[in-house]
Every structure is written in C-alpha cells, then in structure tokens.
C-alpha cells in the first residue's frame, strides 16, 4: 500500500514522506530524494527508479520531490533517518550544503548512495557510492563538435555566444558551464556575450532566450542550452522574433546547442533546430538495484562510476565534419532511434 500510494504521486509537486503508515520490513526500504519535476530528463529519471523498486523486485520505495528547494531535500533526508530505511539515494539539487546531513545518515549507519549530480563534502566515506554523468565531458564533447564545425565552414570571425545555464550550483550547470568557458578562453574567436540560468525549465529558458534577443538582438550566432527543455523553450523565443534556428549561422541563423538528448530533444535535432545534442543518461532505476543487491550480499560497489553517454548530430555532413575534428564519436541520428528511444 505504501509503496503504490509513493509510486503514484512521485512525479507530483506534492512532497510524498507518510510517517504514519507502518514500513513493511520484509521487502528492503529506499528513501529517494528527487530534484523535482523540472525538465523531461527529470521525469525519466523518476520513472526509472520507480519502475526499478518495486515490491515485486524486494523494494519499499519512498519517494520525496523536493520541487527543486535544497531545504526540502534535507528534511526528507532527515525523515528518511527516523523511518529507520535501509538505504537513502539522494538526486542532490546543488553540490554544497550536505556534510551535516550526511554526517546524521552515517551516524543512523544508513548507507547513503547519490545518483546522478554530485555532492562536495569534506569527507567522501559520507556516502557510499555515486553513478552518475561526467558534464564537464557532456560540454567538453559538445564545444569539440562546435570547433570542427567552424573550422570544416572557415568560420574564423567572431562567434557570440549565450549560454543559457542550468540550476546554479549543481554539477550538471557547473560542469557545462565550466566545458563552454574553458573553450571560449581556448579559442580566441568565441565570445560568451551572455548568461544566465534557466533552471532547466522550457518556461525560464524562453523567459532568459526573450531577454539575451531584447539585448543582444542579432549579435548572438550560438545559443548552448544546458538542457533539451531549456532548448524548447529557446526556440519558441527565437522564432518569436523571425529568426531562424539552424547552422547557417553566415546567413543569420542562430545554432543551438543542448543536452539530454530525451525523445522530445532528438526529435528538435533530428528535424534540425538543435544541431547538436549531448546525452545524459537518466536511466538508473536497474543501475541503482543491482549496486543495492550487491550490497545486501555483502559484495562492494565502485565509490564513484560514471555513466555511458553519446553525442548527437542529424546530419551526415556534420558528423562528418565533427569526426575530422577533435573527437570522433557523434553518433548519427535517425527517426529509427528516436522511436526505439525509453524516455
Ligand atoms: O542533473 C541532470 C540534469 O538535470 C539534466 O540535464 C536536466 O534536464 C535535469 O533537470
């Protein structure tokens, strides 16, 4: 009961934490404290994990949005501890914040795992394992196909670029912020003209997209979305004003780069309007499973692992192009995938 009541309401905005009702302590409990609801690749992420613990697989899962506030996710934590669950998995919004709390989990001996974005905490045994992306190497792969890209078009002349970030302070902005602004410091021809975040949300992204066009008008030539909802939301305020999302960035079009590469965003770089996509990977639901069940059978997991990821550009001649470059592993898209696509 519990867990169908957790299962349904998980991607709500309602916080789901029932101390009331009693755990089943026949099955292994996960508390799960989730970023919130805010992009498609967060929605696929709660789907995974909430298809991965169930009763059937042994699991009680309690699953906590915290509607993107750092504050909800430490009371939630702090619940976990008095529920006395096994396990706590904690998808943190920023990297800072979490020695006290971590510290109270260790104390509780409840193991700790941490999925996807990192945390930064003085003492790393706080926590037991974390999988997650490497979003430094996300923007490192997407800046590389930006290079081999200008290069392959002779594009020496100033390019102006808007970086529209991510939720400030959490790994996924400050790793693909930090891979845009090594480069732009790397090649003297890109100019960062703009930032600002857009909370991984389509509604902010169009809302910061609006304010760097009423600034910057038709200066800007690159547009590196930190997520595929920010992208969606760029778009619209784009092609609001007339101009054109594409790669002919010499007539005028302005290219946008993303990430997450969800069906929604394949979809955008398939038809052309993103040309290129970097993945990341929200599938952890099985991951998380099996490194639990290792440890019940006193097996040991990797501290820190992370996951697979590819980069994706529609067209032939620019993987191509992209190939000639630096990296060489865009992976060509096609509808083919798209529809064989989980999320
Ligand atoms: O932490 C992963 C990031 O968070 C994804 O890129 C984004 O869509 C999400 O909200």
């Not at 501890?81 to 979490?98: A, F, L, S």
Request: aromatic fraction near 8%; hydrophobic fraction near 40%; proline fraction near 2%.
């Amino acid at each position: 009961m519990i867990a169908t009541a957790v299962l349904l309401c998980g991607c709500s905005d309602s916080r789901d934490i029932n101390k009331d009702n009693p755990i089943n302590r026949e099955l292994i409990t996960i508390g799960f404290s989730q970023v919130g609801a805010e992009s498609d690749w967060r929605l696929a992420a709660s789907e995974s994990v909430q298809n991965a613990f169930t009763p059937e697989n042994g699991f009680n899962l309690i699953f906590d949005n915290a509607q993107q506030k750092q504050e909800n996710q430490i009371k939630a934590v702090r619940e976990f501890i008095d529920q006395n669950v096994d396990y706590i998995m904690i998808d943190p919004i920023t990297e800072i914040g979490w020695d006290t709390t971590l510290e109270e989990a260790k104390e509780a001996a409840i193991p700790v795992i941490i999925v996807d974005r990192r945390v930064a905490v003085k003492d790393d045994s706080l926590y037991t394992a974390w999988i997650g992306s490497d979003f430094e190497e996300e923007g490192e792969k997407a800046c590389a196909w930006l290079k081999a890209f200008l290069d392959a078009k002779g594009i020496k002349g100033r390019v102006n670029i808007v970086d529209i970030q991510g939720t400030i302070d959490s790994s996924a902005q400050i790793g693909r912020t930090k891979a845009l602004e090594a480069a732009a410091k790397r090649y003297y021809n890109w100019n960062i003209i703009g930032k600002d975040t857009g909370e991984f949300t389509k509604a902010k992204g169009r809302e910061v997209m609006e304010k760097m066009l009423k600034t910057y008008g038709d200066a800007i030539d690159v547009v590196y979305c930190e997520n595929d909802n920010e992208a969606f939301g760029a778009i619209e305020a784009i092609e609001n004003t007339g101009r054109h999302v594409g790669e002919n960035i010499e007539n005028g079009d302005i290219l946008l780069i993303s990430f997450d590469a969800t069906r929604a965003g394949l979809t955008l770089t398939l038809n052309g309007n993103i040309a290129v996509n970097a993945e990341c990977n929200p599938d952890y639901g099985p991951k998380l499973v099996e490194m639990v069940n290792t440890l019940e059978n006193g097996g040991t997991v990797p501290h820190d692992q992370f996951i697979e990821e590819e980069i994706f550009s529609a067209k032939e001649e620019i993987k191509s192009i992209y190939a000639g470059g630096e990296r060489s592993d865009v992976t060509l898209l096609t509808q083919e995938f798209i529809d064989g696509r989980k999320y």
